[in-house]
């Protein structure tokens, strides 16, 4: 079945970095459109970018400029550079593919 399967969240200080991967598997082929959301504490899940399977990228206007989200389609796998981190950045952050979610994983931007 599909799975996928995030890592690369961690606690990070107010203007550092994280990568998040994203590994998908359960399909003969490649992924399509493939997006990062990210869910505060109180909030609605929300886009966070999404690439196609041709490199096509769509991003959250607040976020432009900071993130960068790319993918590997010989591994199946996305990733999420984040830069620039701010404590409204902390959420936990999901991988999604059509209706499948990932487990997610915390991303947490404090001193």
């Known amino acids: 079945q599909v799975q996928l399967v995030e890592s690369g969240g961690g606690l990070v200080q107010p203007g550092g970095s994280l990568r998040l991967s994203c590994a998908a598997s359960?399909?003969?082929?490649?992924?399509?459109?493939m997006g990062w959301y990210r869910q505060a504490p109180g909030k609605q899940r929300e886009l966070v970018a999404t690439?196609?399977?041709?490199?096509?990228?769509n991003y959250a206007d607040s976020l432009k400029g900071r993130f960068t989200i790319s993918r590997d389609n010989a591994k199946n796998t996305v990733y999420l550079q984040m830069n620039s981190l701010k404590s409204d950045d902390t959420a936990v952050y999901y991988c999604?593919?059509?209706?499948?979610w990932g487990q997610g994983t915390q991303v947490t931007v404090s001193s």
């Open positions: 690439i196609t399977n041709g490199g096509s990228t």
């Open positions: 359960g399909i003969s082929g490649i992924f399509d459109t």
């Open positions: 999604n593919w059509r209706y499948f």
